[in-house]
């Protein structure tokens, strides 16, 4: 029962390079969101998904693409890395009813030189 | 403006006491849920507790239990019988009305002494 999963656990990149983080889900939940977490600001959304191919901006989405082929992954894509974008990223997934909690992925700590 | 607001950065609380960590939320709809997570040290995100706009009775998981006074829109925390174990990151989230997405606060850092 693996539930969700992110990878790599640590990338350290470049300016300027591209970077994909991975996220897939064993629940076949509908939503997918990508969050950053970044001291003094707590979780901020990036992007979500209601469903495969349907996207939505959350909060914080310059700079990031996503896509979502499958109902189970939902990858991120940092067309160009900034040191801004240094930060601990979480994968969560929820069977999107309005009492259902997200469930989250161990984290991704990205490092931008 | 915010719309989760946890005032405590962060709490000092001595082993087998109550806690209360708050919570404040603003918004306009009627139907809107909130949800506790906590984050220890080793960074995962856990659900703890959830309670609808609509619940008339405060929700309980275990330990946990959600002060929920609607009139105040004040949504506690409450820990009963702290452990070493509940040293932790404690965030605040809603999500309002048919919205997707769930809003957090900036946390509550929550250490439990010997």
């Known amino acids: 029962d693996a539930g969700i999963t992110q990878s790599p656990r640590y990338k350290i990149t470049e300016t300027g390079r591209q970077v994909t983080l991975m996220c897939h889900q064993t629940w076949s939940h509908s939503y997918m969101f990508w969050y950053r977490q970044d001291l003094g600001h707590g979780l901020r959304l990036i992007y979500y998904s209601a469903a495969a191919d349907i996207t939505d901006k959350g909060e914080v989405p310059d700079g990031y693409v996503v896509s979502r082929s499958k109902t189970e992954n939902f990858p991120l894509t940092l067309e160009s890395a900034t040191r801004s974008q240094t930060s601990v990223y979480f994968c969560?997934?929820?069977?999107?009813?309005?009492?259902?909690?997200?469930?989250f992925g161990p984290g991704t700590r990205l490092t931008v030189l | 403006a915010q719309k989760i607001t946890q005032t405590q950065p962060g709490m000092f609380v001595q082993e087998k006491e109550a806690v209360t960590l708050d919570c404040t939320y603003d918004t306009s709809d009627q139907s809107y849920g909130l949800f506790w997570y906590k984050q220890p040290s080793s960074g995962e995100m856990i659900f703890l507790i959830y309670?609808?706009?609509?619940?008339?009775q405060n929700a309980t998981e275990g330990r946990y239990s959600l002060n929920f006074q609607k009139a105040r829109k004040s949504a506690n925390l409450v820990i009963s019988a702290s452990q070493l174990g509940d040293s932790a990151m404690y965030f605040c989230?809603?999500?309002?009305?048919?919205?997707?997405?769930?809003?957090f606060g900036k946390g509550t850092r929550l250490h439990i002494l010997p």
């Open positions: 969560a997934s929820s069977p999107g009813l309005a009492g259902d909690a997200q469930f």
């Open positions: 309670q609808g706009s609509y619940d008339e």
């Open positions: 989230a809603m999500r309002e009305g048919a919205d997707d997405k769930i809003i």
